[in-house]
C-alpha cells in the first residue's frame, strides 16, 4: 500500500515526518548537556528506533513508544463478544515499546506506563482495569525488564470520553558496549526472519475501516474459522530473549529491525546501500489474507504496508545462520533463513522474489 | 478544594488512585527482573514521583508524565488573540517530566517527547509545530538534559481531530550514590519555598471551567492587567539547576517536593508522620487571585488543590537555610524560608498558621 493510499485512511506521514524531521534537528540542539552527566552522544543514533548515549564502559537506550489505535478494537470486540482484551493490549503495548529498544542492542532494564483517559470512569470496569495492569506486568516479565512506574491522567477535551491512550518509555542498557548492534552488514550476510503473530501493532487504523465497511464486521470469519476481531487481537512477540540470547551465546547480530509501519520497507532502514534480497516467503497468517481480500490490496501494497507475519529480522554472517536459528528457537520463535544481503554499488532495496515485488529506496524516507 | 468538589469538573481521584494502587501491586511481581541487569530496588521507590533502581556505585531514575489539559488553553488563546503558545507549552512537558525526576536527588540526562493527534494535520500550523520543538529543547537545555528520541502517533478516534496529548519521560541518574533524597525529614528542620510562575500544571480543568462559564472567558482581566490566558500559560519554572547546586555544594536535602496537583498537601507525602508548619506565606499571584474570586473558592480550596505560587519545597537542617536560599537565587529562582517541621507524636498534617488552614494526613492519600 502506498502511503497516499494510507493517507486516505486518516494517516498523513509526509506531514508527520515533516515534524519528526523538525524535532530532531531542535533535539540535535541539546547535544552539549550530555558531557556534565559523563555521557556523550555516539554518531547516528538519531532517528534510529532507540535512542542511544555513551559512556566509557556502557550505553544508556531510551525509547517513548506508544500502542496506536489496536485498543479500539478490543473496545469493539468487547462490544461485540463480552470479552475482555485488555491483557492482550497491555502486552502489545509493552511489546512495541521494547522491540524498538532491542534494535540497538540494548536489553529493557525499565518500562513505564501512560495510560491517558478521556474519563476517570474509563477504569470503572474492574475487570478491564486488572487486565490492563495483570497483562502489562506479564509484558515487562516476557521482556525482562521491570516496571517501573507510569502516569494514568484524565485528559477530557483531549482524549475521547470513552478511549484510552497507551503508550510509555524503557530505559535499557548495553554491557559490554561490544554488545551494540550497530548496523554494519556485508556482502552476503544472511538474513533470518523471526515470526510475528499477526497484525502486532501496525496498520490498525486501516483494519478498522475495513472492519466498519465489510457487513460481518470484526465478527467476519478468516480462513481458519476464527474471527476477523479475534485474529487481529492475538497478543504482539517480546523478542528481547532472542537479542539476549544471541549476546550470550555470541552470535554476531550485523543489524536487526524490528518490521512495524512500512512492513518489510523497513529492511533496508539503513542509510549504506544494500539490497535485501528474500527468497524464502511464508505463506501469509490468514488475518493478512483477510486484510487484502477485504480491502482489495495487491501484495506489493501488503508489504509494503504489514509485516506479513515476520515480527524482526537479524541480519547475521552466513557462518551464523544456524547459531540464530537455534538462539531463536530456544526462545520459542518459529525463525526461518528468508534471504541475503547483496551489494549492488548504490542501490538501497527490498527485493522479494518469489513474489516479484522491487521496494526501491525512494519508498522509505524516514529521516 | 475537596477531591469530591473536584470532581465536579471531570476528575475522579478515587478511581484513579484505585488504579493506581492495582498498577503498583502487579508492577511489583516485576521486581525480579533487575537481578539479571545488576540492578536491584530500593526500598520505598514504589509511589514515589520517580522510579529509582540501584547499583553498587549509582541509581538510575525512570519517569514518565504528561502536562495535562494545559494546552487547551494555548489552542482557546490563540483563537482569541491569534497568538502561538506552544514555546511555553513544551516548555510545561519537560518541567513536569523533570521536576518529578529530580525528587529523588537525580538529574534528568535524557527527556523523550510522546506528542499524539487526533489527525497529522495538527502539524500543518507550522508556526506552532515549530514552537512546540523548540520550545521542548529549550526545556531540556535548562533542565541540563539531551531530548533523546520521541513518538508522534496519530490515534484518530481516540484523540480527538483538533487536540494533542502532549507527554513523555526521563531518565535521570544519581552518583555519588549520597546525592540521593531519601525522605527522612528530622524535627526542626527547615522548609523553603522555591516560587512558582503560576499555576504550572495543575488544575486546569477547573480554570477551563471558570474560562467557559466567565462572561470575558480567557481575556478577563487580572489584577495586574493582563488576561486570565496569558497568567494560565506562563511557563512552568524548571528546578533542576537547584538540586544540582545544592548537590554541588553539599546543602543537605532532607526531602524536597514538586507541589502539584493537591496543592500544599504534597508537602506531607513522606510516610513518617511530621508536621510541616508554615508561617511564612507570601501575597497569592493574580491568577490565583482571579480563579479563587471566579470559582467562590475559600482559600482552604484553593491551598488544597493549587500551588499558590509555590512550586518546589525543599526540606533541610535549620544549619543549612542560608545555603540552600544562596543556591536557589544563583539559579534565578525567588525563595524563602517558609516553615519548619515538627514532630508531634503519630500526627501527619500541614498547618498553615497565618491562614488558619490545617490540612490532616486523610485529605492526602496517594498509595
Not at 44 to 70: N, P, Q
Not at 209 to 231: C, N, Q, V
Not at 299 to 320: H, I, K, L
Amino acid at each position: 500500500m502506498t502511503d497516499s493510499a494510507y493517507a486516505a485512511a486518516g494517516v498523513n506521514y509526509d506531514r508527520l515526518d515533516s515534524f519528526k524531521r523538525a524535532a530532531q534537528q531542535a533535539a540535535r540542539t541539546t547535544i552539549g548537556s550530555l558531557a556534565a552527566h559523563g555521557y556523550r552522544e555516539p554518531e547516528s543514533t538519531r532517528g534510529e528506533s532507540a535512542y542511544l548515549i555513551e559512556a566509557d564502559d556502557h550505553y544508556l537506550a531510551h525509547v517513548e513508544e506508544g500502542l496506536g489505535t489496536k485498543n479500539l478494537v478490543a473496545d469493539a470486540m468487547a462490544t461485540l463478544t463480552g470479552r475482555c482484551f485488555y491483557h492482550a493490549i497491555a502486552i502489545d503495548t509493552v511489546a512495541t515499546i521494547v522491540n524498538d529498544l532491542i534494535t540497538c542492542g540494548a536489553l529493557p532494564i525499565s518500562v513505564a506506563m501512560h495510560a491517558a483517559v478521556g474519563d476517570s470512569e474509563w477504569f470503572a470496569d474492574e475487570l478491564r482495569a486488572a487486565e490492563l495492569a495483570r497483562g502489562f506486568a506479564d509484558g515487562c516479565r516476557t521482556a525482562g525488564a521491570v516496571w517501573g512506574g507510569g502516569e494514568t491522567p484524565t485528559l477530557k477535551g483531549i482524549v475521547e470520553s470513552a478511549a484510552i491512550v497507551l503508550a510509555g518509555s524503557a530505559v535499557g542498557r548495553i554491557a559490554p558496549k561490544s554488545n551494540r548492534i550497530v548496523g554494519r552488514v556485508e556482502n552476503g550476510d544472511a538474513i533470518i526472519f523471526l515470526a510475528s503473530s499477526g497484525v502486532q501493532t501496525n496498520g490498525l487504523t486501516l483494519c478498522r475501516k475495513i472492519a466498519a465497511e465489510h457487513p460481518e464486521g470484526y465478527l467476519a470469519k478468516m480462513t481458519d474459522g476464527r474471527s476477523f476481531g479475534e485474529g487481529l487481537l492475538d497478543p504482539s512477540v517480546i523478542y528481547v530473549d532472542f537479542v539476549r540470547t544471541c549476546q550470550l551465546q555470541g552470535v554476531p547480530l550485523h543489524y536487526v529491525a524490528h518490521v512495524t509501519g512500512h512492513g518489510w520497507r523497513k529492511l533496508m532502514r539503513l542509510a549504506e546501500p544494500f539490497v535485501y534480497r528474500i527468497d524464502n516467503v511464508t505463506e501469509p497468517l490468514p488475518v493478512f489474507q483477510f486484510i487484502a481480500g477485504a480491502a482489495g490490496l495487491e501484495a506489493r501494497e501488503m508489504y509494503g504496508t504489514y509485516n506479513m507475519g515476520v515480527g524482526f529480522a537479524a541480519m547475521v554472517p552466513a557462518s551464523a545462520v544456524d547459531a540464530a536459528l537455534t538462539a531463536a528457537r530456544a526462545c520459542g520463535h518459529a525463525a526461518w533463513r528468508a534471504g541475503t544481503v547483496v551489494r549492488a554499488g548504490e542501490r538501497r532495496a527490498v527485493e522479494i522474489i518469489p513474489l516479484g515485488i522491487t521496494f526501491d529506496s525512494d519508498t522509505l524516507q524516514l529521516r
